[in-house]
């Protein structure tokens, strides 16, 4: 079974821009969570994704959005990047809400310069 | 809110020896689960073991093992017989059960380093 997975996998921007990072799911998984992992912070709850909709967001501004497609696949979107949100992001997917299990993809390293 | 904290930032252990990770968390709900991850140097984060709150019997999974103590929101984690390959980031996490909420939770993780 094919785990999730991530792309790019390491994605360099200038301050100002806009990036997208792309997570698809394990087969059969129809929740998506994004995580941004930051040096000095852990890992931080951004984006939940369930069914096309958007459940839960963390403390983010709203320059982070996102999609859920109808095959379960999830798009990041960050606008007016800013050099702070150069991070690992990490998408996970679960297989339905009562197992809380999370499987996390290998992660984007994004870096705004 | 739901805080998760590992107070061991670094820690190191032998090769074949037990090492124990400790995580504490705070929380109003009754039931919820508990996560142990693991992020080796190639940064896929993996599931290790898993808890339910609700469930008083320890969970365990080959080498890992947990120490669950409710009354004390203690959620420690054992690794058995260590080997190389374990040597890794890890994570304690916490989910709540209700719907709409089921962020994980992560405490700072400790860096554990097993030596040969």
């Known amino acids: 079974e094919a785990g999730v997975t991530q792309s790019p996998t390491h994605l360099i921007k200038t301050r100002g821009q806009q990036a997208t990072l792309r997570c698809s799911p394990i087969s059969g998984h129809t929740s998506v969570y994004w995580y941004q992992q930051a040096l000095g912070l852990g890992l931080q709850f951004l984006l939940w994704?369930?069914?096309?909709?958007?459940?839960n967001r963390g403390n983010f501004p709203p320059r982070f959005s996102g999609r859920q497609f109808p095959n379960y696949s999830s798009e990041l979107n960050v606008n007016a990047l800013e050099l702070e949100d150069s991070a690992l992001y990490l998408c996970?997917?679960?297989?339905?809400?009562?197992?809380?299990?999370?499987?996390f993809g290998p992660g984007t390293r994004l870096t705004v310069t | 809110a739901q805080t998760v904290t590992q107070s061991q930032p670094e820690m190191s252990v032998q090769e074949a020896e037990t090492v124990t990770l400790s995580c504490t968390y705070d929380?109003?709900?009754?039931?919820?689960?508990l996560f142990w991850y693991k992020q080796p140097p190639s940064r896929q984060m993996i599931l290790v073991i898993r808890?339910?709150?609700?469930?008083?019997q320890n969970a365990t999974e080959n080498r890992f093992s947990v120490n669950f103590q409710k009354a004390a929101k203690s959620f420690s984690l054992k690794i058995s017989d260590s080997q190389l390959g374990d040597t890794a980031m890890y994570f304690c996490?916490?989910?709540?059960?209700?719907?709409?909420?089921?962020?994980?939770?992560f405490g700072k993780g400790t860096k554990l380093t097993v030596n040969p």
């Open positions: 996970a997917s679960s297989p339905g809400t009562w197992k809380n299990e999370q499987y």
């Open positions: 808890q339910e709150a609700y469930k008083q």
């Open positions: 996490a916490f989910s709540n059960t209700q719907g709409g909420s089921e962020k994980l939770v």
């Open positions: 994704y369930d069914e096309g909709e958007e459940r």
């Open positions: 929380t109003s709900e009754n039931n919820y689960y």
